[in-house]
């Protein structure tokens, strides 16, 4: 699984959004589909900065 995040990481080291959920939205959180994504990126980074951690220890 972590391999398929890191796949999913674009040149410039940010994830982009891929399926956006269909319906209303009250204000967009991103800039569009295939574009890069702050809160995919932030929650990659979660993900691989835990992964990392507790490979050390």
Known sequence: ???LVRSKRDADG???LGNPHPGELHFPLDD???KPS???TLRALRV???YEQ???T
């Open 1 to 3: 699984m972590i391999d």
């Open 14 to 16: 940010r994830w982009p």
């Open 32 to 34: 569009g589909e295939g």
């Open 38 to 40: 702050r809160w995919n």
């Open 48 to 50: 691989l900065r835990w």
């Open 54 to 56: 507790r490979a050390l």
